[in-house]
């Protein structure tokens, strides 16, 4: 599991994690941080901070026992699409972040397929 599927199980409560102990996936800092843009959460998550030594089930525990249930939307965990070519972008133009945004804005599927392309190093991965 990745730290978004763990921050919406905590706000949804679809599922209790027994496992969390014994998962090396499972990562605080990026569990808060998720969690932080939520008004009505950043108090718990804050809380949580305080304590940076608990152990990953006492920090789940206290998540999903005092978080309340509520449908919350993910537009600020998940990366726009938008923002996916960006880095090619910046690397083939030598743009800054600020103007690859607006290029991308201008670039068709065709130009980012030629760009990437023209970028491909070869090799193995």
Not at 2 to 15: G, I, R
Not at 25 to 39: A, C, E, V
Not at 66 to 73: C, F, L
Request: glycine residues 2%; proline residues 3%.
């Amino acid at each position: 599991m990745n730290p978004f599927e763990y921050a919406h199980d905590l706000v949804t409560k679809e599922s209790y994690d027994e496992e969390v102990p014994d998962r090396k996936d499972y990562k605080q800092f990026l569990i808060n941080r998720t969690l932080s843009y939520h008004n009505d959460i950043i108090h718990f998550v804050n809380e949580m901070n305080c304590f940076p030594d608990t152990n990953d089930k006492a920090h789940y525990d206290f998540l999903y026992h005092a978080v309340p249930k509520k449908k919350r939307s993910k537009k600020y965990w998940v990366k726009g699409k938008k923002y996916e070519h960006m880095q090619i972008v910046k690397e083939y133009y030598k743009f800054s972040t600020e103007k690859a945004i607006k290029a991308l804005s201008i670039l068709s599927e065709k130009d980012i397929k030629y760009i990437k392309t023209k970028l491909y190093k070869g090799g193995m991965s």
